[in-house]
């Protein structure tokens, strides 16, 4: 029995010291490396008019210690068009992404916008919402 409950302690002993190992890394992964700090993930633009192009502007800060690259931008739908800070953004400094929304439907939306890094895994996805109101018709004399 004494063998037994040894054996457990010096399983259980090692287990936690093989997670503590990898919890070490990761923190020491993160702490060494660059985050994005964004001003805002999702803007509401309030109500805009049909066809005509409205840019947004996604600010965010390097608040690491690696310069921060985007790799690419993506719009959820063809209505978006997108552009974002090509130079890599050092420590301490800023960049944006803009997309600009030009609806052809009037009524509420909500696009997305995927955003692609050298730092992150996975995209960060910002959102855009409003309301977009119908054109009016030309008053012709």
């Known amino acids: 029995m004494i063998k ?9 002993l090692m287990s936690f010291s093989a997670i503590a190992s990898i919890n070490a890394l990761v923190v020491k992964e993160v702490s060494d490396g660059s985050l994005i700090v964004w001003k805002s993930e999702s803007i509401d633009v309030g109500v805009i008019p049909q066809n005509t192009p409205k840019p947004i502007i996604f600010e965010f800060k390097n608040t690491g210690k690696t310069p921060i690259i985007v790799t690419n931008v993506q719009g959820s739908c063809g209505c978006t068009a997108t552009n974002y800070t090509k130079t890599p953004i050092a420590p301490g400094k800023s960049g944006t ?18 955003v692609t890094t050298n730092i992150e895994t996975t995209s960060k996805i910002l959102t855009i919402k409003g309301t977009v109101v119908a054109a009016s018709p030309d008053v012709k004399s």
């Open 4 to 12: 037994i409950s040894m054996l457990a302690l010096t399983l259980g």
């Open 97 to 114: 992404v803009t997309a600009t929304y030009n609806a052809a439907n009037a009524g509420a939306f909500t696009k997305t916008v995927s």
